[in-house]
């Protein structure tokens, strides 16, 4: 090296220690200023032998500790096995504070944590989130006193808003949803249902000069059924909307006034009564607590051995002039913990890699299963080719396919009213159907074709054409996925009932045949699947598009194809790499493939789960909640043996394809499928913003963690395996399947011909409120609260 060279590194070195000493002093004065705590210069002048800092003395095992750290951040108070721990204070460089309880790293406990802008949070912590019972001042007036989950309101809360306005009520992941009261600054309020931040459902409206309106809302206007009452006793009833052609009803007068308000336009609640009634919007948080990191070393009291001190760096990438080690001793938490991790799993690349992690004993996983134990080092399956084969011409379904396409094209471009989601009874007959004949060479509605003539049914289309719009389903959208220049691809086995299925190009769809009685069952049942899934939007059953039949006209037989549209659970961006298939159920329930033949498409039975599922408590808790309803609703209509679909993307995987446990060192460019993550930063930008939670629901691109479970030698049927504490992330999608096999005849035949030869609570064909209560026990075993 030159000697230019070598001074114009000498002098960069200084200039950095120089701005790195000017930096520290700035931050130990706000520190003394804000905290008064005199703090010992050997923080900062004898960096290199922190064994003789004065301002640390022992106490048992727990240290107390003034602290000026290497990026200017200040903690003081009580410390353990280098980690906050106990109660203290810690001020970071950009004015953001917590004083409270810690324990190992993360905020755990009650505390307050205050932000540069004067806003203020005091309340419980659980593992850096605002977590618990909490109160929250905003920087504009406003205050929120009540339950929290993970940094959101959820649980019961009041909010008083900087304008005057008041709410009261449930909160769920920072919205209103459920029963609350809304008061106005003027004094009008409503009381009644709320969903995602707004007025929805069932509610009353009272004005101040004493009008009222009691009925249905949503997005905030009376929509559906509903009242208004004026003072003097009269009132009007009927359908509300804000489109004038969908709104009628009949005003009724009071005896005291007959004429009283014969020329009121029900307009006018939209237009005047309702426009100053907006409801507050939520602040929106610069940084969350979760989101603050930690920038702390070992010190050697804590059994550190001599030597060279790391190169420190905080989370903002300063750096303090010291020599780099391999192996930087120095922590950043982004999560909490109590094991050591790092089992030794590998190395790739040059890069050791470990896969897993010892208890306090390092022999054994802190559940008692023995290091070793948990067999070969899991792997994600084998890639395949993409799923089904093209229906292209001389496909023995070519021409079906073709039906089916000009069927849909039809039934969904045919003019109809604008829908009400109120349908009348009419509409679910099973009688309610309608034909339309399809001759090659077209008729006044139907186009020509290269196909033989066939008839096409419509069973209930008001309803689907309803059903598609609650599920916001685009009319368009939804003829290109299935009727588009792109053909069908047929899965390349049916089902164990014989049904075919068919997947469309983009996969959003899945159409699959079926049975005259599997018909006769949905009808059967459409009124009360309505129902259902308007009243619960997160429930976990199928969603249904559409039901239509194909009669194959000019043949000697004339052969009817009965087939359903489907949502496809599966249709993401993500690589799914595992699927199960589960029921809760033993018989049978296992994948006859040895394991070099399971491939990413593989359905995947309850004997062959090694995983527990764990959600955090939210999502747990909307989970458990509507597992139930769901299981309910298929007991009520005699449906058993459907099962939870459930798929798995793993979010962490080596070059070579193995699983890499949440909390491992990984080598670089570890997921090497292009899949996007989810990573704690991003669910901290997710929870800055509520809006963003749109992209995950209950069941759809779920962030989670999967525990893996080993079963016993010695217990052949063991339906649910022994935790190991090896955990992976991932992403899940998962809905309960197959919900259209009624009890009949044939299945209690089933029940009563297996039960001779195994045990009856085993086998899967079983009375539905007994097939309900096992599903429900079993799904609620291998899902548990991430905790």
């Not at 000017?22 to 210069?41: L, P």
């Not at 197959?738 to 039960?755: F, G, N, R, T």
């Not at 007994?770 to 291998?782: A, E, G, P, T």
């Amino acid at each position: 090296m030159s000697r230019e060279s070598s001074s114009s590194t000498s002098s960069s070195m200084i200039k950095a220690w120089e701005a790195t000493v000017r930096r520290t002093q700035a931050a130990k004065k706000r520190a003394n200023s804000i905290f008064g705590t005199s703090i010992s210069h050997a923080d900062v002048e004898n960096d290199d032998e922190e064994e003789n800092d004065s301002s640390i003395s022992v106490v048992g095992e727990v240290y107390h500790a003034d602290k000026v750290l290497p990026n200017g951040d200040y903690y003081t108070g009580q410390w353990s096995d280098n980690f906050p721990h106990g109660h203290g204070k810690y001020l970071w460089t950009d004015g953001c504070m917590y004083v409270g309880e810690w324990f190992r790293g993360k905020t755990m406990g009650r505390g307050r944590f205050s932000w540069p802008s004067g806003a203020t949070y005091e309340g419980e912590f659980k593992t850096g989130y605002m977590d618990g019972s909490g109160t929250y001042t905003g920087p504009n007036g406003d205050t929120y006193k009540g339950q929290w989950v993970m940094n959101l309101k959820h649980g019961h809360g009041v909010k008083n808003y900087f304008t005057g306005d008041v709410y009261e009520g449930e909160w769920r992941r920072g919205l209103q949803e459920g029963q609350g009261r809304y008061e106005w600054k003027d004094g009008n309020h409503y009381a009644g249902e709320w969903k995602n931040g707004e007025i929805c459902g069932k509610g009353l409206f009272v004005w101040t000069n004493g009008n009222r309106y009691d009925g249905y809302w949503e997005e905030g206007f009376p929509k559906g059924n509903g009242t208004f009452k004026w003072p003097d006793g009269s009132f009007y009833v009927g359908h509300w909307s804000r489109d004038p052609r969908e709104q009628n009803g009949t005003y009724y007068p009071s005896g005291s006034s007959p004429d009283g308000n014969l020329e009121w336009d029900p307009q006018e609640v939209y237009a005047v009564d309702l426009s100053d009634c907006r409801i507050c919007p939520g602040e929106k948080v610069s940084i969350l607590p979760s989101q603050k990191k930690l920038a702390v070393w070992r010190s050697s009291k804590a059994g550190d051995g001599g030597g060279e001190r790391p190169r420190r760096m905080s989370v903002d990438g300063r750096v303090s002039v010291a020599v780099e080690r391999p192996f930087d001793r120095m922590r950043l938490w982004d999560s909490g913990g109590g094991e050591e991790r790092g089992l030794f799993g590998g190395r790739e690349g040059g890069q050791e890699y470990y896969v897993g992690w010892s208890g306090e004993d390092g022999n054994r996983n802190g559940n008692g299963i023995p290091k070793g134990s948990f067999g070969q080092q899991m792997r994600v399956p084998r890639k395949t080719k993409r799923q089904g084969d093209t229906i292209c011409k001389g496909h023995k379904n070519y021409e079906l396919m073709l039906n089916l396409q000009l069927g849909i094209r039809h039934a969904v471009g045919r003019p109809a009213p604008a829908a009400s989601l109120d349908l009348k009874p009419s509409a679910f007959d099973p009688k309610e159907k309608l034909w339309t004949r399809f001759p090659p060479e077209g008729t006044k509605y139907t186009p020509p074709h290269q196909s033989c003539e066939f008839k096409w049914k419509d069973y209930c289309p008001l309803v689907f054409r309803t059903l598609r719009k609650l599920f916001k389903v685009d009319p368009a959208d939804y003829m290109i996925s299935i009727c588009g220049n792109e053909a069908l691809r047929e899965l390349s086995s049916p089902g164990k009932s014989g049904s075919f299925f068919y997947l469309t190009n983009d996969d959003r769809y899945m159409i699959k045949t079926m049975k005259k009685s599997e018909v006769k069952v949905l009808l059967r049942m459409l009124s009360a699947y309505y129902n259902h899934v308007r009243a619960f939007e997160n429930t976990l059953v199928t969603k249904f598009y559409g039901l239509h039949c194909v009669k194959l006209m000019g043949q000697p037989i004339q052969k009817k194809v009965r087939f359903i549209i489907m949502g496809n659970l599966f249709c993401t961006e993500y690589t799914i790499h595992r699927r199960f298939d589960l029921k809760g159920s033993v018989l049978g329930r296992t994948t006859d493939k040895p394991e070099t033949e399971i491939d990413e498409t593989t359905i995947l039975k309850d004997l062959d789960l090694n995983f527990i599922f764990l959600l955090q408590k939210s999502w747990f808790q909307d989970f458990c909640r509507q597992i139930d309803r769901d299981c309910e609703f298929l007991e009520q209509e005699r449906i058993m043996d459907y099962s939870l679909l459930v798929g798995l993307h793993f979010r962490n995987t080596s070059a070579a394809g193995h699983l890499i446990p949440s909390g491992a060192r990984t080598p670089t460019g570890d997921d090497n499928d292009g899949a996007p993550r989810l990573s704690r930063a991003d669910m901290d930008q997710l929870l800055l913003d509520p809006s963003r939670w749109a992209s995950i629901k209950l069941g759809l691109n779920m962030p989670a963690r999967a525990e893996r479970t080993v079963r016993r030698n010695d217990f052949e049927l063991q339906l649910i395996g022994e935790p190991t504490g090896e955990c992976y992330e991932v992403i899940m999608f998962f809905g309960v399947i197959d919900i259209l096999q009624d009890y009949d005849i044939s299945k209690k035949l089933e029940h009563a011909y297996k039960s001779i030869q195994y045990d009856p609570t085993s086998i899967s064909a079983v009375d539905p409120k007994q097939y309900s209560r096992r599903f429900r026990d079993f799904i609620l075993k291998i899902f548990a609260e991430d905790t």
